[in-house]
């Protein structure tokens, strides 16, 4: 007889970590006068406009299933958005989706593109879901590590270098998380060249492009050539304060977005149909609210990144979303270390940057979505807990 104890879980399931990011937002939750500088959420609430046009469409007894791929007004919505702010356009009819938050339309957009061992190409340091999302679609994530020194910008012969036969797509985050990296239009078109080149998807994760502040956004759909091989991934959650509500969308090419949306029929439905009201009154009426935020958020990175530097501590200056990526590592510590032992000596939460791949160890990953009190207690603490280390 076989004593062995049989494993019910799937090799993939027990292979893939959990994620670094919540172990020490968890960790802060349970100390006192912390200041978190962890998840990567605004500390704005969700404008009252958008609360209040959420409640009315619960009064006015809209509580059933959308269709599958969304309502198609709000489908409509998000194409004239993009339209009017990114001069990209697609038909709400068929090349539009409405998700459970962003991360929910990468995991679709992958179940959607690839068969079992094909290459997805990320660019690291990276959020952390992206790899994770590639194996549990049956992918292979091919890294490509980037560096401070050239801005954590890739370089298209990076890309190049890590394309094989194999390769299907190529994941692209601008403005970055953790870096807060921004490419600009013309580092766009010269990784467009590779894309076309050797005939690859992109999945270009634009959930922070409201969120820029010294250069203009561009899409990576609006390259040209790109439309037609680009999956366009935003969403709510973070120029619209809208984390808790998980809803995103993605737009790409009919066929793609029809795979996705078929899966989706079989995992999820639709998203919370609430919250689909609620984002129809964001993108119709939302942005003043949008541009106070970003004017607060810009006042916060030259703050946190002038203090940083005033600390001793090399950072670059990002060009969008809301986290600062200094390096730790005059320190000597290693970037795991460094955020417990900040967290234990002077209750500073930060993110250690090797969760985000192995090109993001010895720095930490700072969000400047918190107050400015906040922010300007939090060096201190900072700036402490280093001259104790050198």
């Known amino acids: 007889m076989n004593t062995q104890q049989r494993s019910y879980l799937s090799e993939t399931a027990e292979q893939i970590k959990p994620s670094g990011i919540r172990r020490f937002f968890d960790l802060a939750t349970q100390m006192d006068n912390v200041i978190s500088l962890g998840v990567g959420e605004p500390d704005f609430i969700t404008p009252w406009n958008v609360i209040e046009a959420s409640f009315h469409s619960l009064e006015?007894?809209?509580?059933?299933?959308?269709?599958?791929?969304?309502?198609?007004?709000?489908?409509?919505?998000?194409?004239k958005y993009l339209r009017n702010n990114y001069e990209v356009e697609y038909n709400p009819e068929n090349q539009v989706i409405v998700t459970v938050g962003a991360s929910q339309a990468i995991d679709l957009a992958l179940r959607a593109v690839l068969n079992?061992?094909?290459?997805?190409?990320?660019?690291?340091p990276c959020f952390v879901s992206y790899a994770p999302a590639v194996t549990l679609a049956g992918g292979k994530p091919v890294i490509v590590h980037t560096s401070a020194e050239d801005d954590f910008k890739v370089q298209p012969e990076q890309i190049e270098a890590a394309i094989t036969s194999k390769t299907k797509a190529v994941i692209v985050c601008s403005p970055n998380n953790p870096t807060g990296t921004l490419?600009?239009?013309?580092?766009l078109i010269k990784i467009a060249t590779v894309i076309e080149k050797h005939d690859l998807l992109v999945i270009s994760d634009e959930i922070y492009a409201e969120l820029t502040y010294d250069e203009a956004f561009t899409s990576f759909s609006a390259i040209e050539g790109?439309?037609?091989?680009?999956?366009?991934?935003?969403?709510?959650?973070?120029?619209?304060?809208?984390?808790?509500?998980?809803?995103?969308?993605?737009?790409?090419?009919?066929?793609?977005?029809?795979?996705?949306?078929?899966?989706?029929q079989y995992t999820i439905m639709c998203a919370p149909t609430m919250a689909q009201h609620g984002a129809l009154e964001a993108l119709r009426n939302g942005n003043t609210s949008v541009q106070e935020m970003k004017t607060s958020y810009r006042q916060r990175r030259n703050f946190v990144v002038k203090a940083l530097k005033d600390i001793g501590i090399s950072c670059h200056l990002p060009g969008g979303a809301f986290y600062v990526f200094p390096s730790i590592k005059k320190t000597g510590l290693t970037s795991e270390k460094f955020a417990e032992e900040l967290l234990k000596k002077e209750k500073v939460a930060v993110?250690?940057?090797n969760v985000f791949g192995e090109s993001g160890e010895g720095y930490i990953r700072c969000s400047y979505a918190t107050s400015l009190k906040q922010l300007d207690e939090s060096m201190k603490r900072i700036d402490r807990f280093i001259h104790e280390q050198v």
């Open 116 to 124: 079992p061992g094909e290459e997805v190409i990320v660019i690291e």
């Open 60 to 79: 006015q007894g809209y509580t059933a299933y959308t269709a599958n791929a969304g309502l198609l007004e709000l489908r409509q919505e998000i194409s």
């Open 183 to 187: 490419l600009a239009k013309e580092e």
């Open 351 to 353: 993110v250690p940057g």
């Open 226 to 264: 790109m439309m037609k091989r680009t999956i366009l991934i935003s969403g709510f959650s973070k120029a619209f304060a809208m984390t808790g509500w998980r809803l995103g969308y993605a737009v790409g090419p009919k066929e793609i977005i029809a795979a996705m949306t078929k899966i989706h």
